[in-house]
T-cell receptor
Framework: EPEVTQTPSHQVTQMGQEVILRCVPISNHLYFYWYRQILGQKVEFLVSFYNNEISEKSEIFDDQFSVERPDGSNFTLKIRSTKLEDSAMYFC???????????FGNGTRLTVT | ELKVEQNPLFLSMQEGKNYTIYCNYSTTSDRLYWYRQDPGKSLESLFVLLSNGAVKQEGRLMASLDTKARLSTLHITAAVHDLSATYFCAVDITSGTYKYIFGTGTRLKVLA
């Protein structure tokens, strides 16, 4: 079964540094999402991406965050200047047609020190 | 702002018992999903409910959707230890944008 692949699995960075989290979506999926989860708690929506542009973003997704699909396959989340409170598990998810479930990657655990 | 609430947040139950997890949401939607998450793992899709009155069953789990009441239930029958996990419902907003909002999660522990 096709999978969503995320790299790295764990990223440790210092406060103020930039990080890029990468995701390879399922090939025929058109909708891409980033979610984050802090300490196994609520799964928080960050942003959705469709047709090479942001479809929706949450209040969490401020100017420090950006997404892009640089080469038509990878889907990236960039955090420009990380804060301690950005420490979380970040999940990439992709979806096909409306009404289909999201498929999640295994996540990137980001630790900001 | 869409709110998706689950109750209970924590559930400890004995093997062999039945229980129901509730998912309430605050806006119009006829698409609701249930996911399972094991500790330290990703989210796995369990059920897709796409209309009022939809009912899906897989093994000891059965999910239903009442769009008029904005309520979905996940019923556990004769629980076994392997069902221990966190269960999330998620609502797909009925609008032109693409956004799935997840519930608060229910952490289930089935005691042998």
């Amino acid at each position: 079964e096709p999978e969503v692949t995320q790299t790295p699995s764990h990223q440790v960075t210092q406060m103020g540094q930039e990080v890029i989290l990468r995701c390879v979506p399922i090939s025929n999926h058109l909708y891409f999402y980033w979610y984050r989860q802090i300490l196994g708690q609520k799964v928080e929506f960050l942003v959705s991406f469709y047709n090479n542009e942001i479809s929706e973003k949450s209040e969490i997704f401020d100017d420090q965050f950006s997404v892009e699909r640089p080469d038509g396959s990878n889907f990236t989340l960039k955090i420009r200047s990380t804060k301690l409170e950005d420490s979380a598990m970040y999940f990439c998810a992709t979806g096909g047609l409306r009404g289909s479930p999201l498929h999640f990657g295994n996540g990137t655990r980001l630790t900001v020190t | 702002e869409l709110k998706v609430e689950q109750n209970p947040l924590f559930l400890s139950m004995q093997e062999g018992k039945n229980y129901t997890i509730y998912c309430n949401y605050s806006t119009t939607s006829d698409r609701l999903y249930w996911y399972r998450q094991d500790p330290g793992k990703s989210l796995e899709s369990l059920f897709v409910l796409l209309s009022n009155g939809a009912v899906k069953q897989e093994g000891r789990l059965m999910a239903s959707l009442d769009t008029k009441a904005r309520l979905s239930t996940l019923h556990i029958t004769a629980a076994v230890h392997d069902l221990s996990a966190t269960y999330f419902c998620a609502v797909d907003i009925t609008s032109g944008t693409y956004k799935y909002i997840f519930g608060t999660g229910t952490r289930l522990k089935v005691l042998a």
